[in-house]
């Protein structure tokens, strides 16, 4: 039971039928037959009035619980924010976990793995996302000093996390996700870049290497460096550095994976140094993390912003969506208190933090309707004016709430403290997530990332399939292009292709403005992630999208470029370079 009473005047939430479908499967609460004991607005008004319930312990807020339900249920409902799917699936049932985002040490001892191994299984029961280091690890072939045998290294124990999470997902809300981490100077680090050649080992991880300020000048220097024993700090070998960066880009071209994370960066914007290095992300690479420490995400879909005047200008509708940043900053504190956390370790570290990480989706279609082609100046700079709009009002709701509530307790040692800002409620406010399911929810595209078609093809119950094209772009053909026949012309042509490349009846400015990821160049892909990662606390999620035929030197520019950009870590994906992987069996395999 909700609690406060569903008023009955409540606007019902309008959903596509893909968002529908992911609804009635995915988040709906069950019973033990399986049958959804919940409508759509039934877990929208839980989401709601539990998360609002929260703010009648303080007693300096100004809003009334009810009231705040009925606000946060609306913004919910009209596609302006949502939370992580966590607080969508838990919040006001007894299991009552928020969070999307952990990271778990990883000390190196039997007892301490086995401790993470349990502690990351019970995430996973959640529906969290944990990241982890197998940096403290020793390597293989090191002694075991309680028994003279030999240790087996990272590699191994990251099978076993591996496995279990493959076991927990059969009958978990979520298929568990993963981030091995590994830096760059732990001597199984050759392992580590070519763990996932064979198909489907590590199924259940994102792997990154974490490179370091130093390794990267060592790089372009075309010098050596040292792997060290991470018990006692020793030397124990020693590798070129442009060999193994030409390995991660080898490794890159070939299946994407593994990715690479610039640790000093994170590191330079930790903004509580004192609580620890931070050493590990989350699996999808946007949210760094102290060990122990969670953090739950929100997104505002930035095309519910644009609005039409009578002559039919479309313009993004700033002061609205400051007004939906300072509540959806609230929103995200009230889930802090609101939610339960699977380790007493980790409410302590959250609690002392309190971090939360508001984003974006729904850019491209935003741009799609502005009629602002994704890979232009304009594109950059409005993203820009947009993430800091969005992090400045994020800063300033979180000083208010400091105001009403008092700042997070570590305040007094972070660096905001020392910068004369604050003080605020939350260590960081902004990250960018990947939306993969929010996004389908609110009907929109995915985070920042360009949209990767302008048709799709669903399939239908009775095992037809429907192409649907984008609103967005259907829309724009019937406004701009007079001749019906033409129109049909331009929508058959993406219907069948998915992109308007090589459509002889479309208006070059269409073509212009309507780009999908494979017509973006990796550049400006890029130059995207940059720009919003120069507003956002934490990290961007975002792919770099190559075509087929990109070359490793194309690779290893992009690297490059990544690390003078400022940007916390890269994910390449070469248009089909997946199916290219080797199919391995038998041992170690
Ligand atoms: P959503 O749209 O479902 O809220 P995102 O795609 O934005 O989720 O991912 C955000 C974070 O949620 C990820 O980085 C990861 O930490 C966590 N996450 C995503 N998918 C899973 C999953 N299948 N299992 C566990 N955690 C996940």
């Given amino acids: 039971t909700p609690l406060f009473p569903m008023p009955a005047d409540l606007e019902q939430p309008e959903l596509n039928s893909n968002a529908e479908t992911v609804l009635v499967k995915r988040y709906l609460r069950k019973d033990e037959e399986g049958l959804a004991k919940e409508t759509p607005t039934e877990l929208f008004w839980r989401v709601a009035?539990?998360?609002?319930?929260e703010e009648a312990k303080y007693e300096k807020s100004p809003w009334k619980p009810e009231d705040l339900a009925r606000t946060f249920y609306d913004m919910m409902i009209n596609g302006l924010f949502l939370p992580n799917s966590p607080t969508l699936m838990n919040a006001g049932t007894p299991l009552g976990q928020l969070a999307a985002c952990f990271v778990l040490p990883v000390p190196d001892s039997i007892e301490g793995i086995f401790d993470s191994l349990k502690h990351a299984a019970l995430i996973h029961k959640s529906g969290g996302g944990t990241g982890f280091s197998f940096?403290?690890?020793?390597?293989?072939?090191a002694r075991v000093g309680t028994t003279g045998g030999i240790a087996s290294g990272p590699l191994s124990f990251m099978r076993i996390f591996n496995t279990a999470t493959e076991q927990i997902k059969q009958g978990g809300v979520r298929r568990g996700a993963n981030m091995g981490i590994l830096r760059v100077d732990h001597p199984d680090i050759i392992e580590f870049i070519t763990a996932k050649e064979c198909e489907g080992e590590f199924n259940n991880f994102n792997l990154s290497v974490a490179l370091t300020q130093e390794f990267m000048e060592q790089v372009e220097a075309g010098e050596s460096y040292e792997l060290y024993d991470p018990r006692d700090g020793r030397v124990r070998g020693r590798l070129e550095a442009a060999q193994v960066f030409d390995m991660l880009v080898q490794k890159a071209w070939a299946s994407g994976d593994p990715g690479i994370i610039f640790l000093d960066r994170i590191n330079r914007d930790n903004p509580t140094p004192a609580q620890g290095e931070i050493e590990a992300t989350n699996p999808c690479g946007e949210q760094p993390l102290l060990p122990y420490e969670a953090c739950n995400l929100g997104s505002v879909n930035l095309a519910?912003?644009?609005t039409e005047d009578e002559k039919g200008v479309q313009t993004l509708n700033t002061e609205h969506l400051a007004e939906v940043v300072h509540l959806a900053v609230r929103f995200l504190d009230d889930v802090i208190d609101a939610s339960i956390y699977p380790l007493d370790d980790i409410a302590e570290?959250?609690?002392?933090?309190?971090?939360?990480?508001?984003?974006?989706?729904?850019w491209a279609d935003c741009l799609y309707a502005l009629?602002?082609?994704?890979d232009s100046e304009e594109a950059l700079e409005l993203g820009e004016e947009i993430m800091d709009l969005v992090q400045r009002e994020s800063?300033?709701?979180?000083?208010?709430?400091?105001?009403e509530r008092g700042a997070f307790p570590t305040y007094e040692e972070s660096v905001y403290k020392k910068?004369?800002?604050g003080p605020y409620r939350n260590a960081t406010t902004t990250t960018i997530a990947p939306t993969g399911t929010l996004s389908i929810l609110a009907g929109c595209s995915s985070g920042i990332e360009p949209c990767f078609a302008l048709s799709f093809t669903r399939n239908v119950l009775d095992g037809e399939k429907l192409v649907e094209v984008n609103p967005v772009f259907a829309r724009f053909v019937e406004r701009t292009v007079s001749d019906p026949a033409q129109q049909q012309a331009i929508l058959d042509h993406v219907r069948r292709t998915g992109r308007l490349k090589d459509c002889p009846d479309a208006?070059?400015?269409?073509e212009r403005v309507f780009r999908t990821a494979m017509d973006v160049s990796p550049w400006s892909h890029l130059a995207m992630q940059a720009a919003f990662q120069r507003f956002t606390d934490n990290a961007v999620s975002k792919t770099v999208n190559l075509p087929n035929e990109a070359t490793e030197d194309d690779i290893r520019e992009i690297y490059l470029e990544a690390y003078r950009q400022g940007v916390k870590g890269v994910t390449v994906y070469r248009d089909g370079s997946k199916t290219g992987q080797v199919l391995c069996t038998g041992e170690g395999a």
């Fill in 507 to 510: 208006p070059e400015d269409l």
């Fill in 349 to 362: 570290m959250v609690h002392k933090n309190r971090k939360i990480g508001l984003g974006v989706m729904g």
């Fill in 304 to 306: 519910s912003f644009v």
């Fill in 49 to 53: 009035s539990s998360i609002a319930a």
């Fill in 395 to 403: 800063r300033i709701a979180s000083r208010l709430l400091a105001e």
């Fill in 371 to 374: 009629g602002i082609p994704y």
């Fill in 419 to 421: 910068r004369g800002e």
């Fill in 135 to 141: 940096s403290r690890l020793r390597p293989a072939g």
